[in-house]
């Protein structure tokens, strides 16, 4: 509760919104013991009284009654009916949506045809036919109001629990043996409450706003009896000639909805899970960099040189070291593989070198990261974009998630080399022909009109390479993109890349967890661990002899057809929390090669010829190769 409070006080207008309506309902639950006159007391020789006049703060209305304590006791009132009918009408609909979306089938059709009826008439039109039918009353607008919302909160439940109904959890539930009454309380509802909570924020001020309309109408809150609606009816025929009386109560349900808005806004985010990791607003076009040190100079050792590259995640007051000073290069029709654990810092080094590293809530601290000698940390925007695909392009891994559904890969992939050079329609066409058949993708000229999902995961991801080919880059960054992948089209999208790095004299920075990948395409390999490179090296040195403990026993975690048998290894414990990292190596705690001396101070990245290791005491050669 404290983290979504704080998390919500970052939005300055739901804070705002929420503070104004906090204010407001402090006062309505006040107004029975404030020191107010009687709101229905009549005096006509004080009628039309202006603002601020003695005895009366807001002045009096056509019948000489207090605006300020009608205003007070109506806006109790009207308060009290929208919240009464959004509970109402979130209570019914979720029940219907859930029993619609959970049973499916004929129930659903059946319930769901229903609420289609109610949505086809206006609601203000079926709110007035509910009051005319049941008479007029303050009570009858609140049952009106709550029906007419019934069909918004049944359809949006409705929608959530399909998806919800179908999962994993759901089925062993059932498997489990639950009732469909004990899997709808335990299972789907609690999945559903928070949305039931952001559709409330953001109806209630709607609802009152439809209770204040049908009493403007005469329909709702009767004389004597004063809402925000029927004050504003009573005024409306002095609106010329006294317009305090309409302006007063005009403006309580201007600030009593927008403050309910501002604050439904702020509550449907600070409850997206998707939202909690960093900010409410949304990312840069780059990652914000806030280097306290200078930049290190280009060496000239390859096209793409990375030098102490250092990434941070302030969340909150947490502060999460992804990346803690990596230095790489590539050269012109290299290969370099990176590989590592889950967490240990590869994708975000390689998404921080483009700016594509999410901010907030993203920071580059330090480093650099220099192509062709010229540095892309802190480059202008309009540099980077510029850059982004036609010198540096990236595969991602789920081509899936990263190519639009709602378009062709044909148009895609023109859109891709638009962005950097005009090109007409028939020359797009024929160029991303000539991409898909160099990506081997059969019947390219009919497959150029395929969507995405018509396509199998191999074939997308051909066409993220394609994608990535389309505007003949130098570097070529791909992540994991055969992760997902069986392993016949796993070799076959490896020798395409192996055959377009050659062809086309391309560098390549190849992200993967499989040292069978690298063997096969990797001139040389990058080990992370905890945001740091702890060995690099010509790939066959590393495979035959690692010198540090963590690569030699992620490679004995790796069964080898036809070594005959041997024990697999297995790697103890957990990587450490970024934001936490221990004091010397970050592997000590897992390694039993350790000692006292490993947990003091910075243990530098010790090269000896093209080995590099990061390690006091590393494997030998004769231990690596037994």
Not at 44 to 56: D, Q
Not at 95 to 108: E, F, L, P, S, W
Not at 383 to 403: H, K
Not at 579 to 584: F, I, K, Q, V, W
Request: charged residues 20%; contains cysteine; proline residues 6%.
């Amino acid at each position: 509760m404290t983290a979504f409070l704080r998390l919500l006080a970052r939005n300055r207008l739901a804070l705002a919104g929420g503070v104004v309506l906090s204010v407001v309902v402090l006062l309505a639950l006040l107004t029975p013991i404030l020191p107010l006159a009687e709101p229905d007391v009549t005096n006509t020789s004080n009628r039309f009284r202006p603002p601020f006049s003695e005895g009366a703060l807001l002045g009096t209305d056509h019948l000489g009654r207090d605006l300020l304590s009608r205003l007070m006791w109506g806006t109790r009132l009207s308060l009290a009916v929208g919240f009464a009918a959004a509970i109402i009408a979130a209570t019914i609909g979720a029940a219907i949506g859930i029993v619609a979306g959970y049973y499916g089938g004929r129930t659903d059709n059946i319930i769901m045809r229903g609420v289609d009826m109610l949505m086809a008439f206006p609601y203000i039109l079926l709110a007035l036919a509910i009051v005319a039918a049941l008479g007029p009353g303050l009570f009858n607008a609140l049952i009106a109001v709550a029906a007419v919302n019934v069909p918004f909160f049944a359809r949006n439940i409705r929608g959530i629990t399909v998806s919800i109904a179908n999962k994993e959890f759901v089925d062993a539930a059932r498997l489990a043996g639950l009732s469909n009454r004990q899997i709808i309380l335990s299972e789907i509802l609690p999945n559903v409450i928070p949305v039931i909570v952001i559709a409330m924020s953001t109806t209630i001020g709607w609802m009152i706003l439809e209770t204040a309309g049908l009493s403007f109408l005469g329909l709702g809150s009767q004389p004597p009896q004063a809402d925000l609606g029927s004050m504003l009816g009573e005024a409306r025929s002095a609106l010329i000639t006294n317009p305090h009386t309409s302006i007063v109560p005009g403006l309580m349900i201007l600030l009593i909805v927008m403050s309910i808005n501002l604050l439904g806004d702020g509550v449907r985010d600070a409850l997206d899970p998707r939202l909690k990791s960093g900010a409410l607003s949304r990312p840069m076009a780059a990652t914000r960099v806030d280097r306290r040190a200078t930049p290190p100079a280009p060496t000239g050792k390859g096209l793409l040189e990375v030098g102490g590259l250092e990434t941070q995640f302030h969340v909150k007051n947490r502060v999460y070291r992804a990346v803690g000073g990596v230095d790489l290069h590539v050269e012109k029709g290299e290969c370099l593989g990176i590989i590592g654990e889950s967490g240990s810092g590869k994708s975000v080094t390689a998404l921080s070198i483009m700016g594509l590293v999410a901010s907030p809530p993203g920071v580059i601290t330090g480093g650099a990261a220099h192509y062709d000698g010229e540095d892309l940390i802190g480059a202008p925007y309009r540099r980077l974009r510029d850059m982004r695909g036609r010198n540096v392009a990236y595969i991602f891994q789920d081509p899936l998630a990263t190519l639009h559904p709602l378009y062709r890969v044909g148009d895609q992939l023109i859109e891709a080399i638009r962005a950097h050079r005009p090109i007409g329609r028939d020359e797009g066409r024929a160029k991303a022909i000539d991409l898909l058949k160099a990506v081997r993708i059969p019947n390219a000229e009919k497959r150029i009109t395929d969507y995405p999902h018509e396509m199998s995961g191999g074939m997308r991801q051909r066409v993220g390479i394609a994608m990535a080919l389309a505007n003949d880059p130098d570097i070529i960054i791909a992540d994991e993109p055969t992760t997902a992948l069986d392993v016949t089209v796993q070799a076959q999208v490896l020798t395409i890349l192996d055959d377009l790095r050659r062809s086309r004299g391309l560098a390549i920075v190849f992200i993967t967890h499989d040292f069978g990948v690298v063997a096969q395409l990797c001139d040389r390999v990058a080990v992370m661990y905890a945001g740091r490179i702890v060995e690099e090296g010509v790939t066959g040195d590393i495979l035959r002899a690692p010198r540090h403990p963590y690569t030699a026993r992620l490679m004995a975690c790796v069964p080898e057809l036809g070594a005959g048998k041997r024990r697999l290894e297995a790697i103890p414990g957990l990587p450490p929390a970024v934001d936490r990292l221990p004091a010397g190596c970050a592997f000590a705690d897992r390694c039993d090669r350790a000692r006292e001396e490993c947990r003091k101070g910075d243990i530098p990245l010790a090269r000896d010829g093209t080995h590099a290791v990061r390690c006091l005491y590393p494997v030998d050669t004769r231990e690596a190769a037994e």
